[in-house]
């Protein structure tokens, strides 16, 4: 019985795990409602073009196992429990394939990582949330600007120095900016710098693939440690789930009740 009561106070964490999941996908939900997605459906290309559908199918996965994984504990119900270990055994096994495959072939997936930053930076303007997304990542994460340097905006028709009338025309956004101390940030400040001959002292030139390479470097302790911390947590959830589970059918074999 002991390790019913472990099962049932484990339900506490599926329950916050149903909470964050819930946040997320309406996070998601109202991120589409403020941009009428719902009304244009066909926009959405695909996970990695719309942050708010990655909160959304992020969302609903946490709730549906969190779901599975509480009310199974609860109600002592087999089924979800058995439902649980299967959902969270097949997202251990699609992280142990995905580091493999990272690993094995580590080239084509840094070609991915390229392809996908590029059409993120070709759609850029399109979606006020994956443009925030861009913002962030350049200014306040990695500190870059681009793909594999500045002049990678040229891939935006708006930043394209054969963009006549637009503004942006041969500029880069103002994410890219160096820090200057001014309380109100200059959102001109990339104006022209892509031709700019003095654009090292005012932004960032280096790309956010090579930025982002050597922060994983630099923080590779950090991070591995973590992926070892959510290993270990998915491992120890599934133990419990189907150890719980034997325990609730022998229990019930005991008593006579039928499954």
């Not at 891939?155 to 503004?167: D, E, Q, T, W």
């Not at 200057?180 to 960032?204: L, Q, S």
């Not at 302790?221 to 491992?235: K, T, Y």
Request: charged share 20%; hydrophobic share 45%.
């Amino acid at each position: 019985m002991m390790v019913v009561i472990v099962g049932r106070r484990s339900s506490t964490q599926d329950f916050k795990t149903d909470l964050v999941g819930a946040g997320l996908c309406a996070i998601g939900l109202w991120a589409w409602t403020e941009k009428d997605m719902f009304n244009n459906i066909g926009k959405v290309t695909s996970m990695t073009l719309d942050p708010a559908l990655a909160f959304i199918v992020t969302g609903g996965v946490m709730f549906i196992i969190g779901f599975c994984g509480c009310i199974g504990a609860l109600r002592e119900n087999t089924v979800l429990l058995l439902i649980f270990s299967v959902l969270v055994g097949l997202i251990f096994a699609a992280e142990l394939l995905f580091g493999i495959l990272a690993f094995a072939y580590k080239d084509w997936i840094k070609n991915q990582i390229e392809s996908q930053v590029q059409n993120m930076i070709i759609n850029y303007r399109e979606d006020s949330d994956l443009e925030n997304l861009i913002d962030w990542v350049q200014q306040d994460w990695l500190k870059c600007c681009g793909v594999k340097s500045y002049a990678d905006w040229e891939l935006n028709r708006y930043f394209n120095c054969s963009s006549k009338g637009s503004i942006d025309a041969c500029g880069v956004p103002f994410s890219c900016c160096k820090p200057t101390g001014d309380v109100i940030k200059n959102r001109h400040c990339g104006f022209g710098m892509i031709i700019n001959t003095d654009r090292e002292t005012k932004i960032y030139t280096e790309g956010c693939i090579p930025s982002g390479e050597k922060w994983l470097e630099t923080n590779l302790i950090p991070v591995a440690s973590v992926a070892v911390g959510i290993a270990v947590l998915q491992i120890l959830g599934i133990c419990f789930a189907s150890i719980l589970r034997c325990d609730v059918k022998a229990q019930k074999a005991k008593w006579g009740y039928d499954e």
